[in-house]
C-alpha cells in the first residue's frame, strides 16, 4: 500500500464524519497540508477555520477516542485481498473525478489501477433494456476496446453487462464501478463477471468492502462512472 497503516486509519476516521465532503476535505488540506496536521489540530484551530462547525468537531473528537480496530479491519481485509485503498489526495486517485464537487473521499480498487490513467468511455444504459439494444452494445464496446480505450460501466444487468462482455471478449480492458462494497457484489448472479473483471481489468467502489450497498449508493456510482471517463456513451433508456 502507499501509505502506512497509521496514515490510512486516521483517513478513515477524519472521512467517516458526517459532513466532510470533498469541497471541505481540499479546503482542510489546503490550510494543514496534511492529515495528520488536521488530525493533530486543536479543537480550537478546526473550529477558527470556519470548515468544521461544533457539532462536526465533537463527532471528530469522539472517533479520535473510540477504538481504532474497525478502522484496521479495513485496512487489513484489503491488503489481505490485494485491495488497494486510494484516499482523496492520494496521486494515483483520479484528477477528473477530482475536480467534481462530490467526490468520493475515497476509492477501493480491485484490480488493476493502471487503467485510471487510460482513456476510458463510460457506456450506460437501461436494466431493461432490448436485446437488440444489448446485442449492439455488445459489438460496439468489442470494438471500443479493439482501440485501446476502456470500457467503463456500473456492472447491472442489461446495457452494463453488455458493454463489460463485449470489452471482455476482445481481451480489452474494462472498468466496473460498485454501488455497494466489493466483498457484496451486486446483482449476484454476476459473480463470473465480476470475477472476470477482478483478474482482467478494475473493480472500484467509494464503500468498505462490507457494505451491503443501497439504493441511494447505486445512484450515487453514478458520478465516479462519469467521473472517471473521457466521454459517456448512452445506448438506451429503456424498452419503452
Same mark, same amino acid.
Given at each position: 500500500?502507499? $501509505?502506512k ?6 483517513? @478513515? #476516521?477524519?472521512?467517516? *464524519?458526517?459532513? !466532510? &465532503? %470533498? ?30 462547525n461544533?457539532?462536526?468537531i ?22 489481505n ?6 484516499p ?18 475515497? $476509492? ?7 487503467? @485510471? #490513467?487510460?482513456?476510458? *468511455?463510460?457506456? !450506460? &444504459? %437501461? ?19 479493439q ?80 467521473g ?13
Amino acid at each position: 500500500m502507499e $501509505l502506512k497503516k497509521e496514515d490510512l486509519v486516521q483517513w @478513515l #476516521k477524519l472521512s467517516s *464524519v458526517k459532513g !466532510v &465532503g %470533498s469541497s471541505r476535505m481540499l479546503k482542510l488540506l489546503s490550510i494543514f497540508s496534511t492529515v495528520d496536521s488536521i488530525y493533530e489540530a486543536s479543537a480550537e484551530s478546526l473550529f477558527s477555520t470556519r470548515i468544521f462547525n461544533k457539532s462536526m468537531i465533537d463527532e471528530y473528537d469522539s472517533i479520535k477516542k473510540k477504538d481504532s480496530r474497525y478502522f484496521e479491519y479495513i485496512i487489513d481485509e484489503c491488503e489481505n485481498h490485494k485491495i488497494q485503498i486510494i484516499p482523496f489526495y492520494s496521486k494515483r486517485y483520479p484528477s477528473k473525478l477530482k475536480a467534481m464537487p462530490d467526490s468520493p473521499l475515497t $476509492l477501493f480498487a480491485w484490480g488493476d489501477i493502471e487503467l @485510471l #490513467k487510460t482513456k476510458k *468511455v463510460a457506456v !450506460v &444504459g %437501461s436494466r431493461e433494456s432490448s436485446e437488440e439494444a444489448k446485442k449492439w452494445t455488445f459489438e460496439n464496446t468489442q470494438k471500443i476496446s479493439q482501440q485501446g480505450i476502456t470500457v467503463v460501466s456500473g456492472g447491472a444487468k442489461g446495457i452494463d453487462y453488455s458493454a463489460h462482455r463485449g470489452a471482455l471478449s476482445s481481451n480489452g480492458k474494462t472498468i466496473a464501478i460498485i454501488g455497494s462494497g466489493l466483498f457484496k457484489l451486486y446483482p449476484e448472479e454476476h459473480r463470473e463477471l465480476f470475477d472476470e473483471i477482478k483478474h482482467h481489468g478494475l473493480l472500484l467502489s467509494e464503500h468498505p468492502p462490507e457494505y451491503v450497498g443501497s439504493r441511494i449508493s447505486l445512484l450515487r456510482r453514478n458520478r465516479i462512472i462519469s467521473g472517471i471517463s473521457n466521454c459517456l456513451l448512452l445506448v438506451t433508456s429503456s424498452t419503452e
